[in-house]
């Protein structure tokens, strides 16, 4: 078996983004992670190639909130004044 594998288990993906296999599920199911279903029996794979966009994805996505939403220090404020 390839050190490197090119599709990952459900269970796979979330220990790499140290998350719950509930979560990974839900992301696949809402489209937000492309997966592919195998099997008579449901078996979930996502390529690895999926998985790195999806993070970068993530990345961006939280970039801009973090640029929409700057975080404001309440107690710095408050000495301001």
């Given at each position: 078996?390839?050190?490197?594998?090119?599709?990952?288990?459900?269970?796979?993906?979330?220990?790499?983004?140290?998350?719950?296999?509930?979560?990974?599920?839900?992301?696949?199911?809402?489209?937000?992670?492309?997966?592919?279903?195998?099997?008579?029996?449901?078996q979930?794979?996502?390529?690895?190639?999926?998985?790195?966009?999806?993070?970068q994805?993530?990345?961006?996505?939280?970039?801009?909130f973090?640029?929409?939403?700057?975080?404001?220090?309440?107690?710095?404020?408050?000495?301001?004044?």
């Amino acid at each position: 078996m390839a050190d490197d594998p090119r599709f990952l288990t459900l269970a796979d993906v979330a220990e790499v983004l140290n998350t719950s296999g509930a979560q990974v599920y839900a992301l696949v199911r809402r489209g937000e992670l492309p997966a592919i279903k195998i099997g008579g029996r449901g078996q979930w794979r996502v390529e690895r190639v999926q998985l790195e966009e999806f993070i970068q994805r993530m990345y961006a996505e939280t970039r801009t909130f973090v640029d929409q939403h700057p975080f404001v220090d309440a107690e710095a404020e408050s000495s301001d004044s």
